[in-house]
């Protein structure tokens, strides 16, 4: 079973110049979450997305950043104009059943802004 | 607002003996809670879960145990191993939904 896949693994940028990442879940995982892991933090969820309608987005900063999953399936987060402190690794989790928790993630996307 | 914290940041233990990683919550509302090991350069990868309702769950050389009054769960391996060392989150959600992660305890197996 493949797992889930992100791209691109890391990715420089300036401040205020935009950047999008992309996730393909596992093969019938309705639920999709993007988290954010600053180091030396835990991951802190963005959003969850259920098939392709926004669960809880209660923490994504949406004057920066925005988020899709327009067909159910795969899913982009951008940021822009991005910012000195999104500096942090972006992970990519699905799950087949909500309310178990056993979210499978990505390898994540690292995102230094200079 | 950290609502799940992990004191400690790393842990090193002699290949054999028991690790112990210990993670607190403040949020009483919390019923699901969740361990994941994470490796460099890769994603966290699920390990082992405990309900509300139960005060220890085992799965091989892994056992997690709740304490709900003092709010307090704890990850034990024994015996532990060099493949072992890792980062370990904890993880809890009141809703099944959300979950609230720790900033993680590195654990080093030393041979």
């Known amino acids: 079973e493949a797992g889930v896949a992100q791209s691109p693994r890391y990715k420089i940028i300036e401040k205020r110049q935009s950047v999008a990442f992309w996730c393909n879940p596992i093969?019938?995982?309705?639920?999709l979450y993007w988290y954010q892991q600053i180091l030396g933090q835990g991951p802190k969820l963005l959003i969850q997305?259920?098939?392709?309608?926004?669960?809880?987005d209660s923490q994504l900063p949406k004057d920066r950043f925005s988020a899709e999953r327009l067909k159910g399936v795969d899913s982009t987060l951008k940021i822009q104009p991005a910012k000195l402190e999104d500096s942090a690794v972006y992970l990519c989790?699905?799950?087949?059943?909500?309310?178990?928790?056993?979210?499978?993630f990505g390898e994540g996307s690292r995102l230094t802004v200079l | 607002d950290q609502q799940v914290k992990q004191n400690s940041p790393s842990l090193s233990v002699q290949e054999g003996r028991i690790s112990i990683l210990n993670c607190d919550y403040t949020?009483?509302?919390?019923?699901?809670f969740l361990w994941y090991k994470k490796y460099p350069a890769e994603g966290p990868t699920f390990l082992i879960s405990i309900s509300s309702i139960k005060d220890k769950n085992e799965d091989g050389r892994f056992t997690v145990f709740l304490n709900k009054s003092a709010k307090h769960l704890s990850l034990h391996i024994v015996p532990s191993q060099p493949g072992d060392s890792a980062v370990y989150f904890c993880a809890a959600s009141a809703t099944g939904n959300q979950f609230y992660f720790g900033t993680g305890t590195s654990l080093t197996v030393i041979p």
């Open positions: 989790a699905s799950c087949l059943q909500p309310g178990t928790g056993e979210l499978f």
């Open positions: 949020n009483s509302m919390f019923d699901y």
């Open positions: 093969s019938g995982h309705a639920t």
């Open positions: 997305f259920q098939n392709n309608g926004v669960v809880d």
